[in-house]
């Protein structure tokens, strides 16, 4: 981000997008006061959602704005329901949208507009025309399995053919050794498979990350899926036995669904209460 700012004459937005929820925020974390905001130095960090028109005016400083694609990826803006689209005269007197499409200082000046979706392989070909009426200056789109959207396709063409454009020009490369390196990919993967309550799984799971602390590993992130399978079982089989055995199978599965319902709750009460370790 230093080096896009270094170039370009006006301090620039920079739109930071993904698809998932989590990887939005772990990002934003991480640009605004984590381990990579030595990287993004003199840039504004703010959701999307809580930029202002004195956000795009100001610019004595860069802005970065971090949302998921959901934010805008509608196709009838006038119709729908993305705040994003819709004028909050409270604030403005227009929408964050056009907003964004403007991008005029106090000077009247237009602010360069790049656009990074992170896990690019998730941008579809509608996302690429609401991006697209923006007018970014430059849009990335990192990946590892990257998938070119038509409505992508056609831009690039354009710039392989007016612009004498190649591969090396359109693609930067960086090797997986270097990426593990860095940190943002985990070099071992552990899964465990639990025939047991999710209690019992959460407990064991958390000890093993104890004793793995103890050697100076460092555990990044733990979650249970599918866990509970065992309560799930449990209550399939008393169904089935109160069908063969033609009792008031009702109140019996009611019960066990009850049952069921409450460990789900315990379970979620205590993923809040070792949120902290996980």
Known sequence: MKSFRSRLPVEPIVLWLSKGRVV????????????????????????LLDCRPGDVEDASRALLLVATVGKFNQRDKEEG????????????DRSLWDLLKARRDSSRRRRPLIVVYDEGHNLSNLQTQLLMELEPDALIAASATMRIPEALAGTIERLRKDKH?????????????????????????????????????V??????????????????????????????????????????????????????????????????RRSREDRGLL
């Open 24 to 47: 939005v925020w772990q990002t934003f974390a991480n640009l605004a006061t984590g381990k990579y905001a030595s990287l993004v130095g003199g840039f504004a960090v703010k959701p």
């Open 81 to 92: 329901d993305r705040k994003i689209f819709r004028v909050q005269f409270d604030v403005a």
């Open 165 to 201: 454009w190649e591969d090396s020009d359109l693609i930067t490369a960086v090797r997986s050794s270097e990426v593990v390196e860095s940190g943002l990919v985990k070099k071992h993967i552990m899964l465990g498979g639990y025939v047991a309550p999710m209690e019992l799984a």
């Open 203 to 268: 407990d064991d799971l958390l000890a093993e990350m104890a004793d793995a602390t103890q050697f100076g590993i460092g555990p990044r992130t733990a979650f249970p899926a599918e866990g509970d399978l065992c309560q799930q079982y449990e209550y399939d089989r008393r169904c089935v036995n109160q069908r063969r055995h033609g009792t008031a199978f009702q109140g019996a599965a009611s019960a066990a669904h009850s049952d069921l319902a409450v460990s789900r709750r315990k379970c979620r």
